[in-house]
């Protein structure tokens, strides 16, 4: 089995951190809650004063103490820290059991968040941000993504592994509504998981 290996941020000079150095902290660190300041509470209020059910929260200009302080390009990697789901797929024979695969690497990046419910910041259009992760067989994955539309917001992104036959493609398009007493988040979007050595076609299997 492949184990997670080691991520390395193009774009960033702050050292990665994988769900499993997440599982070794303090329990008392995992449950730790964002305390809001009286000044922070007036400022939450005022925001909260201007919205109207169905609103688009995309186009509300948010205090920085409630975003996560990560871009949507890198939070999109979340799903790419399992490499365990992931890597052994071009190696399955039958597609049924791939496929079952597929949907464990999938499920595998969404337990994956922020402590607390936190937002994380809009790309600018153009901003790119770029990694790759170094796997215990010595192999890589490589990953670049770019925000192709500010409004309404667009990621596409490219991930491969080459010495394993693995290319993903996709877009994500999120949305976020007020719905007067919460808010909703939808991930819309597609991603193309090809397994180049696998299916008759070029390019491989789909």
């Known amino acids: 089995m ?12 702050t050292s990665s951190r994988s769900s499993t150095d997440d599982a070794r902290q303090d329990p008392a660190t995992q449950e730790e809650e964002t305390v809001v300041e ?9 925001i909260i004063s201007q919205l109207r ?8 200009v948010l205090p920085t103490f409630i975003l996560e302080p990560k871009s949507m390009l890198e939070r999109i ?7 365990e789901t992931l890597l052994p797929m071009p190696t399955i024979n039958d597609p049924v059991q791939r496929f079952v695969s597929v949907v464990k690497f999938y499920l595998s990046g969404w337990h994956i968040k ?11 259009l153009g901003e790119r941000f770029t990694c790759y992760w170094e796997y215990l067989d010595d192999t ?11 409004h309404p917001p667009k990621s596409s992104y490219f ?6 036959y693995i290319r993903i ?12 007493n919460s808010a909703a988040s939808m991930m819309e979007g597609i991603a193309i998981l090809r397994l180049l050595n696998q299916g008759k076609k070029p390019g491989g299997e789909r």
């Open 2 to 13: 492949v184990g997670l290996g080691h991520a390395h941020r193009l774009s960033l000079t």
């Open 38 to 46: 009286p000044d922070q509470g007036n400022v939450l209020s005022h």
């Open 53 to 60: 059910p169905g609103a688009d929260l995309s186009r509300v």
């Open 77 to 83: 990697t979340n799903f790419m820290q399992h490499p």
């Open 114 to 124: 922020s402590l607390g419910v936190k937002k994380p910041l809009n790309p600018i």
């Open 140 to 150: 890589r994955g490589f990953y670049i993504s770019e925000q192709t539309s500010h």
């Open 159 to 164: 991930y491969m592994c080459p010495e394993h």
């Open 169 to 180: 493609d996709g877009t994500l398009k999120p949305r976020s509504k007020f719905l007067g």
